[in-house]
């Protein structure tokens, strides 16, 4: 296992803008999870995905936010109209399944100003 | 609503020591109940994890015990070592939830030499 891949590491833009956040999971994991983790806190569900097939979404997942996964490989988070709030680190997630241990990777920093 | 609850925010202790870190959760539809170790700038890593049939889970200087009738678990760190030193997430999951995580807020371990 290489790792689940995030890209890129950091990401600062201006309020009103759209940023896009890519995840490799590990190869063959069907199972990809997408959490939110803002400074002090513990990380928070956004989405999850089994293979290409979005099958649940948090109330969190303002219409702003958006998450694919074509070909049940790679995932991206889109966020359209960034606002300050949207400010935290974007982690990935991947499982071989629901009872299989949940590999995280480093994450994505998203600085709005 | 917080559904999982963790304490102490902050913990210091000394080289060889043991750490204590507790969790008090709400609902009780959760069937599993993981730990994870989270350094600077990395996602969360799974430590070691728990189901509500057992009492108690220990792996290495890591041991999770977990009260059902109480809603509680904790994690210890036996002979704790500076390499210790992160922040710590309890959390847990439904069986109906599909591998979401509730995460507790964390706790942020120091051992001192």
């Known amino acids: 296992d290489t790792g689940v891949s995030q890209d890129p590491r950091h990401k600062i833009t201006k309020r009103g803008q759209n940023v896009t956040f890519r995840c490799d999971p590990i190869s063959e994991h069907n199972r990809l999870y997408w959490y939110r983790q803002t400074l002090g806190q513990g990380p928070e569900f956004l989405t999850y995905f089994q293979n290409e097939a979005q099958l649940e979404k948090s109330r969190l997942l303002s219409d702003r936010f958006s998450a694919e996964r074509p070909k049940g490989s790679f995932s991206t988070l889109e966020i359209q109209r960034t606002e300050q709030g949207d400010s935290a680190m974007y982690l990935c997630a991947s499982s071989r399944g629901r009872d299989e241990k949940l590999f995280f990777g480093s994450g994505t920093q998203l600085s709005v100003l | 609503q917080q559904q999982v609850k963790q304490s102490p925010q902050s913990l210091i202790v000394q080289k060889g020591g043991i750490s204590i870190i507790n969790c008090a959760y709400e609902?009780?539809?959760?069937?599993?109940f993981p730990w994870y170790q989270q350094f600077p700038g990395k996602g969360p890593a799974l430590l070691i994890a728990?189901?509500?049939?057992?009492s108690e889970k220990k792996e290495g200087r890591f041991t999770i015990s977990f009260n059902k009738s109480a809603k509680q678990f904790s994690l210890h760190i036996m002979d704790s070592q500076p390499g210790d030193s992160a922040t710590y997430f309890c959390?847990?999951?439904?069986?109906?939830?599909?591998?979401?995580?509730?995460f507790g807020e964390g706790t942020q371990l120091t051992v001192n030499p």
């Open positions: 609902n009780t539809a959760f069937d599993y």
């Open positions: 959390a847990a999951r439904k069986e109906t939830s599909g591998s979401r995580l509730t």
């Open positions: 728990i189901r509500p049939d057992v």
